[in-house]
């Protein structure tokens, strides 16, 4: 069976799941996008998404053309008309489609709001498996916090690692680095401090980042947030990284070095453990 | 009667006109621009406008759906159709749409390219009339020789620009003017050169900005392409703006100050005129 996935009002199958080719998104990446993921046919962590959603439409005064509330109905509507068991719904707002092309806002036009679901093993047989990263230069635009479809960067930089057979890319700006093309960089130093960039215009504010560090805080683990080098992370004891639909997920290389001994390191394990405990108990 | 849009292979209504939602140019600003003038049923210099767009493609390794001899002909059908005497075809070329959404590149997907044109008046009454351009900082990614459809950046400043009652915005770096919003920046000095940036990754290689350039040269007039600041414009003797759709426009005033004497001047009108004849001259 065809997917459904939603449009301005209406569920459809993907097939005929069509904007205007006047849409501010597909003509400017004038739009911004989230991901949840879904386990047990629940959100994961969706407050949080939906929070940074309205963060990041206001920074570019985007309004959105439903209340969260709604997108969340919306949201579950496309996981029950799917039965998604385990994935994720993506969705994507846009300045709408306007009668031609201008840079500057229109006036009167409804954004867009489209949705769609994928099934992805999340949680199954070998979803927490050890991940290569390569490392690049951050060519990203410096309001990397707005989490806008303008990935053209992410797609050339996720583009090289999959022709190195790596499973995540690493952004390296003056010397540091920032993120990964799709997910937040975390290491465990010697010492036992759990180190991931502070939040600034420079990175994502990583939702499942958040998370992680306020379950690790609760539990005593020390959280130091600073930038750190790739000499760190090759050096450190587990590195790690995390994003809606990875959860948490060790690194075992970076540009072909092994790191933290070459498999998942036990922190990152239990850290992993203890965010989809996490995730299953605010599923909604 | 509804215009007439071109998307893969189909001439039809602009309402219809769409694309799926799983495009990468709306999922992942994956993709590359052109907008070729009209003046009198003709397209103005195309022939540099697809030599960009084939180097654009380049840049991000995504190969042309149909070869440029090919989309010049769909241009002229665009036109003929649409009966478009003065306006514009605006192009896009994406990495299509594939099963799913992933951001390294898909196998085995057929780019996708769509085009629509504008009516614009580009030389009627008041067209050549003077612009104020305000002034914002640059905040693009380093690639801007790219003409990619990941324009968020461009459609802030832009905006900025027209709620300050502007018709343009520079975008400066380092103290340096790198560009306008969709045009290239032009001074003239009181030695009278012509000065404007010199191509790099910094700015778009203006196709409008090397024919003015490459006209100037042949007419003796010096030209020098380095960086210029804000404030050298400010006191320069001419100020001008060069685009496919605007030609040569002169700048009368920036962030507020008056330039130029408040109207565009002599060398600009004789540029402006110069550049139109070089159209009409060599337009297919």
Same mark, same amino acid.
């Given at each position: 069976?065809?997917?459904?996935?939603?449009?301005?009002?209406?569920?459809?199958?993907?097939?005929?799941?069509?904007?205007?080719?006047?849409?501010?998104?597909?003509?400017?990446?004038? +739009?911004?996008? @989230? !991901?949840?993921?879904?386990?047990? /046919?629940?959100?994961?962590?969706?407050? $949080?998404?939906? #929070?940074?959603?309205?963060?990041?439409?206001?920074?570019?005064?985007?309004?959105?053309?439903?209340?969260?509330?709604?997108?969340?109905?919306?949201?579950?509507?496309?996981?029950?008309?799917?039965?998604?068991?385990?994935?994720?719904?993506?969705?994507?707002?846009?300045?709408?489609?306007?009668?031609?092309?201008?840079?500057?806002?229109?006036?009167?036009?409804?954004?867009?709001?489209?949705?769609?679901?994928?099934?992805?093993?999340?949680?199954?047989?070998?979803?927490?498996?050890?991940?290569?990263?390569?490392?690049?230069?951050?060519?990203?635009?410096?309001?990397?916090?707005?989490?806008?479809?303008?990935?053209?960067?992410?797609?050339?930089?996720?583009?090289?690692?999959?022709?190195? +057979?790596?499973? @995540? !890319?690493?952004?390296?700006?003056? /010397?540091?680095?920032?993120?990964?093309? $799709?997910?937040? #960089?975390?290491?465990?130093?010697?010492?036992?401090?759990?180190?991931?960039?502070?939040?600034?215009?420079?990175?994502?504010?990583?939702?499942?980042?958040?998370?992680?560090?306020?379950?690790?805080?609760?539990?005593?683990?020390?959280?130091?947030?600073?930038?750190?080098?790739?000499?760190?992370?090759?050096?450190?004891?587990?590195?790690?990284?995390?994003?809606?639909?990875?959860?948490?997920?060790?690194?075992?290389?970076?540009?072909?070095?092994?790191?933290?001994?070459?498999?998942?390191?036990?922190?990152?394990?239990?850290?992993?453990?203890?965010?989809?405990?996490?995730?299953?108990?605010?599923?909604?």
């Amino acid at each position: 069976m065809d997917r459904i996935a939603y449009v301005n009002g209406s569920f459809l199958p993907i097939a005929d799941a069509k904007v205007s080719i006047l849409d501010r998104g597909f003509l400017f990446a004038d +739009g911004i996008y @989230e !991901v949840a993921a879904v386990l047990e /046919g629940k959100l994961i962590d969706n407050a $949080s998404h939906l #929070a940074r959603l309205q963060r990041s439409v206001g920074e570019i005064s985007l309004t959105l053309p439903e209340t969260t509330e709604r997108i969340q109905e919306i949201q579950k509507e496309l996981v029950a008309r799917n039965n998604l068991v385990e994935g994720l719904v993506y969705l994507e707002v846009t300045r709408g489609a306007d009668k031609d092309r201008d840079f500057a806002f229109p006036k009167g036009v409804k954004p867009t709001l489209v949705m769609f679901t994928s099934v992805k093993n999340l949680n199954g047989p070998g979803a927490g498996a050890g991940v290569s990263v390569i490392t690049v230069p951050d060519i990203r635009w410096p309001r990397r916090d707005i989490k806008s479809v303008a990935l053209l960067a992410q797609v050339l930089a996720k583009q090289a690692a999959a022709e190195a +057979g790596a499973g @995540e !890319v690493w952004m390296i700006e003056d /010397g540091m680095v920032t993120e990964g093309g $799709s997910s937040s #960089a975390f290491i465990l130093t010697h010492d036992d401090v759990l180190v991931t960039r502070h939040n600034s215009p420079a990175i994502l504010p990583g939702c499942t980042r958040k998370a992680v560090v306020a379950l690790a805080e609760e539990r005593q683990l020390r959280v130091e947030q600073r930038p750190f080098t790739v000499a760190e992370a090759v050096a450190a004891k587990e590195v790690f990284i995390t994003s809606a639909t990875a959860f948490v997920q060790g690194v075992v290389s970076i540009d072909g070095k092994t790191v933290g001994g070459g498999k998942p390191g036990p922190t990152t394990g239990r850290l992993r453990n203890i965010y989809i405990e996490f995730a299953r108990a605010s599923a909604v």
